[in-house]
T-cell receptor, first 111, second 113 residues
Framework: RKEVEQDPGPFNVPEGATVAFNCTYSNSASQSFFWYRQDCRKEPKLLMSVYSSGNEDGRFTAQLNRASQYISLLIRDSKLSDSATYLCVVLRGSSASKIIFGSGTRLSIRP | ETGVTQTPRHLVMGMTNKKSLKCEQHLGHNAMYWYKQSAKKPLELMFVYSLEERVENNSVPSRFSPECPNSSHLFLHLHTLQPEDSALYLC????????????FGSGTRLTVV
């Protein structure tokens, strides 16, 4: 079993729709959580950190469920420019080498 | 511009060549990383340098040789590569502990012919 698992998709949704991704992690000692976005043939970029109480940044909402060991990303009123691969990232310790990337969920927004 | 600069952006090399990838960060971070991303595969961690010491080497073949002369610069020396080494090579930096996440460079797209 992978330490960080994501549904690979692709999710194909119409512009304006709400879409949600989940990511599960296996190590209960994981400490920090992030969502990254990667456009085709580009580098991953930090979208948002995920805090225990949940957090929102514009149309994006991230939530953490430690009991069930998953994090989620909700995108409201999706735009064409949201089309990308979304990477779930988990930091499972305090060392720089303990960051684990999920395989990514591909999202395609259609007009 | 993310604050992490990688050169070259594209590289084509023969299997007998020797080349080097360069990464420079201007963010004051003290940890730097090399990742490999092959088509349709997740990111694979190759090397981690923290405070200029190599702290992780994920069973990477010896034809890849990293060098970290200071906290702002990271190199990946390549020699006698194989076609399956063709991939996007990403450099990243963070503060030690990475609790604020990574910043990636734009990557070097390597093709081995």
């Amino acid at each position: 079993r992978k330490e960080v698992e994501q549904d690979p998709g692709p999710f194909n949704v119409p512009e304006g729709a709400t879409v949600a991704f989940n990511c599960t992690y296996s190590n209960s000692a994981s400490q920090s959580f992030f969502w990254y976005r990667q456009d085709c043939r580009k580098e991953p970029k930090l979208l948002m950190s995920v805090y225990s109480s949940g957090n929102e940044d514009g149309r994006f909402t991230a939530q953490l469920n430690r009991a069930s060991q998953y994090i989620s990303l909700l995108i409201r009123d999706s735009k064409l420019s949201d089309s990308a691969t979304y990477l779930c990232v988990v930091l499972r310790g305090s060392s720089a080498s303990k960051i684990i990337f999920g395989s990514g969920t591909r999202l395609s927004i259609r007009p | 511009e993310t604050g992490v600069t990688q050169t070259p952006r594209h590289l084509v090399m023969g299997m007998t060549n020797k080349k080097s990838l360069k990464c420079e960060q201007h963010l004051g971070h003290n940890a730097m990383y090399w990742y490999k991303q092959s088509a349709k595969k997740p990111l694979e961690l190759m090397f981690v340098y923290s405070l200029e010491e190599r702290v992780e080497n994920n069973s990477v073949p010896s034809r890849f040789s990293p060098e970290c002369p200071n906290s702002s610069h990271l190199f990946l020396h390549l020699h006698t590569l194989q076609p399956e080494d063709s991939a996007l090579y990403l450099c990243a930096s963070s503060q030690e502990g990475a609790s604020y996440g990574y910043t990636f460079g734009s990557g070097t797209r390597l093709t081995v012919v």
